[in-house]
DNA sequence: TGTACATCAGTGAACGCGCGTTCACTGATGTAC
DNA sequence: TGTACATCAGTGAACGCGCGTTCACTGATGTAC
């Protein structure tokens, strides 16, 4: 009786499938935890056949590969924002923090056990790497030789990582997550600021 | 033929059926990781029906909460070991990366998605207090008052968790995992030693 | 010291569930002529 | 410009699986008398 009548509700054919498997993944991971997501939930939130996404991946693992190198994506070009800042470490440590908070589904997904062969998806260790590299160049300081071993990138990963997962895992209380990771971001020294003794 | 007639090989009544549940819980989470872990393989590798764990515990996540509690009280047993040493933030940091590597399952149980409800069991948040406290302590250090924010304690916290984390998960290649830890534990100043810059 | 009986700790069948994946299929699209 | 046909992107039924949990039960244990 309307237009609707000339409108197919449900088109045969997607527009981009894979992008909307993608993004139903991200909002099951953040709404429903790592548990849950798979391809049968994925296909049903897009609206589509239980089976239609093996047109576009491999399996489910294919799917959340590609979801979480996204993810890692999404943390880099974050992260770099805050690389020109005057306090370059403190910006893209607080990026990284803010990111997992704000996207803590996602987050899990490219850190945790969910995806079991991470090496099987080199743009996922591609993407991953770029995160560290960042952090590496950051924490050793433009104006410095990039130093031979990484201890210095490993340490300002390993405090943001942390601090991230401890807030978004419930071991700290979410209301001070914010706030306490600026504090502790601010007061860290370079490591190579630190005194003789 | 042999004394094995009179040996019962499945009494009917365990000696310690808890304990072993817990053990065997363990043992899942080390051998197939926390996505296998549950009631019924856990009495399978007991020898015990799949049901006679709900005489001993409510259900799935109860089992699941006490071996957590267990391991927050093993990691603090094994940090504590560490805190009477020369440089305890070091001694101590370096037990808690050593706690993850050598029990990753029970490390991700600890501090993973896996526990939904973890408000929920005051014995687990009790052990899992200790940790922080006893990490507080010594990052703060001995010889001063305890101060109001516990943001000391906190970045220490935060970067051997973050370190023990990108470790277990794959991020870093294993094989550096501890030497990289020592070397930056023991870079790793005090807060209250960084300069005024 | 022996016995009746309450209680405790296990069994095994059954339930419903949701998952990943396969299969043969059909509807839609694009391209060669 | 039209049409035949290959290819692409979906469908839906079905598979086997393992899970957590419930239920009515039975075997083992301990205690009051």
Redesign the pocket.
């Known amino acids: 009786m309307n237009d609707l009548t000339n409108t ?1 509700r ?8 894979p992008d909307a498997l993608r993004a139903a993944a991200r909002s099951i991971l953040d709404e429903a935890g790592p548990d ?9 939130r897009v ?17 959340l590969a590609s979801v979480a190198a996204e993810g890692f994506r999404e943390l880099a070009a974050a992260m770099e924002a805050g690389a020109t800042e005057n306090d370059p470490l403190h910006a893209v440590g607080l990026a990284y923090v803010d990111f997992a908070l704000q996207k803590r589904g996602l987050f899990r997904l490219m850190f945790g056990t969910i995806l079991v062969e991470r090496a099987k998806y080199p743009e996922l260790n591609a993407a991953a790497s770029a995160v560290f590299d960042l952090l590496q160049r950051v924490a050793v300081g433009a104006d410095e030789q990039p130093r031979e071993d990484n201890s210095a990138g490993m340490a300002a990963w390993g405090l943001v990582h942390g601090l991230s997962s401890l807030f978004i895992d419930g071991l700290v209380p979410e209301a001070h997550a914010r706030g306490l990771a600026k504090e502790i971001l601010v007061h860290t020294p370079r490591p190579e600021y630190q005194p003789a003794a």
Chains 1, 2 share one sequence.
């Not at 449900?10 to 499938?17: G, I, K, Q, S, W």
């Not at 849950?36 to 049903?44: D, F, P, Q, T, W």
């Not at 089976?51 to 799917?63: G, P």
């Open positions: 197919p449900r088109p045969y054919h997607r527009r981009n499938l849950v997501v798979g391809l049968r939930e994925a296909s049903r609206g589509v056949s239980a089976t239609a996404a093996y047109r576009h991946f491999a399996n489910k693992e294919d799917l």
